[in-house]
């Protein structure tokens, strides 16, 4: 009989170990994640959903991959401001000129200093987001509003002259091209579904030329910020990512490699950091991007009425279950709010089936409609829901007439803004007050003799009330001098009437 051969335990034992490996390393292989700290472009990089995080490491190599893609995109912008000076040249008698006394009568003064003028540049720095390969540049307005000169570098150094596309005071957003082809261009995400919690990162130029493409992380904060008086249309994004003068202009993206936002602000108390960035929404952006490459300018949808947000304690005295919606305070005559059977009193809580939570969001679902859109509001009167059709109109600008302005200057001695978000944070006025605001109050003129002051809001011309910068021109049309007129005046809480000859 044959003696059967069997292998020492040993042997048994590092065959067991072996074979475990090798089944192991097979098993961690088709399921753990992939490492994608090398996939540096936007084309390549994988979605967050697409990338499990199941460690540290993964969460360190998402950052990497991120930053490496997007940071390619992002550009420095610099401007430069002309400021032209009027001076005169040295005299060395100090304004004293001895030879004046004799020659001046018969040759006039020789020595005479003639003025000059001196040109000094301000320089700024901001930072863009490339949205296509040709070129085209996402930025905020207050970053290129005031320049003569732009020019963009990109990542790899390069340098460009740049110019405006189109402005947009409005949302601070602009857009401006510069001449290239094949540019790494940004992908856009979707802000509406940013989720607060969410982690962003923002890549801009803070501070100086020297930190370019910084990039910083946090979360989202907040969304829906608004009443800082930045903007007319404010609808911010907050984040506790580190943003800093010069941010400007720059990405707020998420962990898809995806631009939710363009960073755009910072709410702070020493001029620095304090962990409260302030960013455009990208869906905002991207619909004002579009209308200035076609139009050069921005066309918004328009209601004809005056909103206003909900308290508790009116929707205690209204009957209303919550606070939430927009207030209409007031339908202008003729608009489409009036045509369209919409009263003062009624509380939009729908916009086309969205929910409404404040008069906010709701002025900037209208104005981001196009002229000529029917839209369904639901709206609470009486306790009742109903839904009204609406042709929305467009929105023409406030400002006022060359004429009137020149009018102003001459018979009254002060000039005037429209009320929005801006002028009422500055002036300290209730943003939904009706009238127009008085600025730029000429020293011994008389409206100065008279107690008026910047900030003072008309509410009423000769007995005929004053709701906007359109009805205030229509009123001081014909006015001429020698002209006895009676203005109502608020001031804070208080009212007052004013007369004067012009």
Same mark, same amino acid.
């Not at 420095?76 to 006394?101: A, H, I």
């Not at 990039?215 to 943003?243: C, M, P, W």
């Given at each position: ?70 940071? +390619? ?297 196009? +002229? ?58 209730? +943003? ?71």
């Amino acid at each position: 009989m044959k003696q059967k051969y069997q292998l020492p335990g040993f042997v048994l034992i590092l065959i067991g170990i072996i074979a475990g490996a090798l089944v192991f390393s097979n098993f961690t292989k088709a399921t753990s994640p992939e490492v994608f700290a090398k996939e540096y472009s936007i084309d390549t990089l994988k979605t967050a959903s697409e990338r499990p995080l199941n460690t540290l490491q993964d969460l360190n190599n998402a950052f990497v991959a991120v930053a490496k893609a997007v940071t +390619p995109t992002v550009v420095t912008v610099f401007t430069e401001k002309v400021y032209k000076v009027r001076y005169n040249e040295f005299n060395p008698f100090f304004g004293n000129d001895p030879f004046q006394d004799f020659f001046g009568q018969f040759f006039g003064n020789p020595h005479q200093a003639k003025p000059k003028i001196k040109k000094f540049i301000q320089e700024g720095m901001g930072s863009g987001v490339i949205v296509s390969s040709d070129g085209y540049i996402l930025t905020n307005n207050h970053v290129v509003k005031e320049a003569d000169k732009l020019k963009v570098q990109l990542s790899d150094r390069r340098i460009f002259d740049a110019k405006i596309i189109g402005r947009d005071p409005k949302t601070d957003i602009a857009l401006i091209k510069i001449d290239a082809k094949n540019l790494p261009a940004a992908k856009l995400g979707d802000s509406d579904k940013l989720q607060i919690g969410e982690i962003v990162l923002a890549i801009g130029s803070p501070l100086s030329k020297n930190l370019e493409h910084t990039i910083t992380h946090g979360i989202v904060s907040a969304k829906g910020r608004s009443n800082f008086g930045l903007a007319d249309y404010e609808d911010f994004i907050q984040t506790d990512a580190a943003i800093n003068p010069g941010n400007s202009g720059g990405a707020l993206v998420n962990l898809s490699g995806e631009v939710v936002g363009i960073n755009a602000a910072i709410a702070t108390q020493s001029g620095g950091f304090q962990g409260i960035g302030l960013a455009v929404p990208i869906n905002m952006a991207k619909s004002i991007m579009e209308q200035l490459k076609k139009h050069g300018k921005v066309i918004r949808g328009f209601l004809g009425a005056y909103i206003q947000d909900i308290t508790s304690q009116m929707a205690e005295a209204m009957n209303l279950p919550n606070v939430q919606g927009a207030l209409i305070a007031d339908v202008q005559k003729g608009g489409p709010a009036d045509k369209a059977g919409i009263k003062a009193g009624d509380v939009v809580i729908k916009f086309n089936g969205r929910k409404i939570k404040n008069s906010t969001q709701f002025r900037i679902l209208v104005a981001s409609t196009p +002229p000529g859109t029917e839209v369904k509001l639901t709206v609470l009167r009486d306790g009742k829901k109903k839904v009204i059709t609406v042709k929305l109109g467009e929105l023409s600008e406030e400002k006022l007439s060359k004429t009137s302005k020149q009018k102003l200057d001459k018979l009254f001695g002060f000039n005037v803004a429209p009320i929005n978000s801006q002028t009422a944070k500055k002036y300290g006025v209730n +943003p939904d007050l009706q009238g127009v605001i008085i600025i730029d109050v000429k020293p011994f003129s008389e409206a100065a003799r008279v107690g008026l002051a910047n900030g003072d809001v008309i509410i009423a011309i000769d007995h005929h009330r004053v709701k906007n910068m359109a009805s205030f021109n229509k009123l001081v049309k014909n006015l001429k001098k020698g002209d006895t007129v009676l203005l109502r005046v608020q001031r804070g809480d208080r009212k007052f009437f004013v007369a004067f000859t012009l």
